[in-house]
């Protein structure tokens, strides 16, 4: 499936939901996006697992961040998929300094 038509997808699904009304701002729609993160995060620190595979709402929980970053690309008519392949095209070429490993 192509990215507008999952960003279509999930925006439709999201009305039909009611989660946008039409008078939502863009913090309060960037707060959701944060709110999955920060789920996803508690599952971590709940699980404690190295094996994120096994962990059946993770995977969930990440799905969440992406289709609400979705919905909100196209809430506000962000165009995702080129933003996407012009940020990998330049980190491609992009030198990192100091880069820290987890």
């Avoid at 699904?13 to 996006?33: C, Q, S, T, V």
């Avoid at 971590?44 to 799905?63: C, F, H, N, Q, V």
């Avoid at 008519?77 to 491609?92: A, F, G, P, R, V």
């Amino acid at each position: 499936m192509e990215i507008q038509k999952l960003m279509d997808d999930a925006y439709e699904l999201a009305i039909e939901k009611g989660f946008y009304n039409g008078d939502e701002r863009p913090i309060e729609l960037l707060a959701m996006i944060h709110t999955e993160v920060s789920e996803a995060i508690n599952i971590y620190r709940k699980k404690g697992m190295k094996d994120y595979s096994s962990m059946e709402s993770l995977p969930t929980e990440l799905a969440d961040v992406i289709l609400r970053t979705l919905t909100f690309c196209r809430h506000f008519n962000i165009d995702i998929e080129n933003s996407l392949i012009k940020k990998m095209e330049y980190n491609k070429k992009r030198v990192w300094q100091n880069v820290h490993k987890i």
